[in-house]
């Protein structure tokens, strides 16, 4: 049996407070609101009960933030994609900020199964003075569990439409592409987290991003497999490989909580899900 889900969600500015409404069709929930640091920023989280995609299942989740609004989503736990019998799985996100709008993109990472058959699209649209921080982490089998990803395929796709595209298609029997310098070196987790803008960020802004980011990376054990660059003006992208999760995800956060801080003046205010 397969599982076909959608969800969209809306962000609003009403008064001096953000208030989400949300729309689902099959097994896509989001948790209530909830305000931790005060009205002007929502915090959400998004819950799949059958818990992961199997082949022939699609996902499908549409997120908007109105002028003013600012909305924060993560996820309580992994994305996960099963061992496919032939049947491809795909996760599709859209994120559509109007001019003004703030949104935070914090899922926790989409775990790939050996013998998965997986695509995970994110595309992002920004409106000029729109800005977006959002992360993307990755794990390739289960190392720790000694279920290594022996089999199957992942592709992942990043996208912010004529400014910035990121796109690769990982087989597990790809030797070289899995184990080579030049490649995945032997890691098994990738992540990035990229700072959006709707338009050309000042060049004061974007070295910013980049100088606190690279300062992150600099004191984290991960620095000779972690770097920060601009491929546009307004885009800004950390990018990390990784033997686990666990640690890929302590820097991604460490330099979301720098970006807030410098991009935004707002204080690291972790989603409670995460200490649960």
Not at 27 to 33: D, K
Not at 48 to 70: K, Q
Request: with cysteine; charged share 15%; aromatic share 6%.
């Amino acid at each position: 049996m397969t599982w076909n889900a959608t969800l969209a969600l809306d962000y609003t500015r009403q008064a001096d407070r953000t208030v989400a409404h949300f729309r689902h069709s099959g097994p896509l929930r989001i948790l209530q609101s909830l305000y931790p640091e005060g009205d002007a920023i929502c915090h959400n989280v998004i819950v799949h009960p059958p818990g992961g995609l199997v082949g022939g299942d699609t996902l499908d989740l549409r997120f908007s933030a109105a002028a003013g609004a600012h909305g924060l989503v993560t996820t309580p736990g992994a994305t996960r994609f099963y061992r496919s019998t032939g049947e491809p799985a795909l996760q599709r996100t859209e994120l559509t900020l109007a001019a003004g709008a703030r949104m935070e993109w914090l899922p926790l990472e989409a775990l790939c199964y050996s013998g998965c058959l997986a695509e995970n699209r994110l595309t992002m649209r920004l409106a000029p003075g729109a800005e977006l921080i959002g992360w993307d982490i990755t794990a390739l089998g289960l190392p720790a569990a000694s279920l290594p990803f022996e089999r199957g395929s992942f592709c992942q796709h990043i996208e912010v439409p004529g400014v910035w595209l990121e796109r690769a298609r990982l087989a597990a029997g790809d030797t070289l592409l899995m184990n080579s310098p030049l490649g995945l070196a032997g890691h098994r987790c990738m992540a990035s987290i990229f700072f959006v803008a709707g338009s050309k960020l000042e060049r004061h802004r974007r070295q910013a991003a980049l100088d606190v980011a690279r300062q992150v990376i600099e004191a984290h054990p991960l620095s000779a497999t972690a770097g920060a660059t601009s491929p546009d003006g307004q885009v800004v992208v950390v990018r990390v490989l990784a033997p686990l999760v666990e640690p890929a995800m302590a820097l991604l956060r460490q330099v979301w909580q720098a970006w807030r801080g410098h991009c935004w003046q707002l204080p690291a205010s972790a989603p409670r899900i995460w200490s649960m």
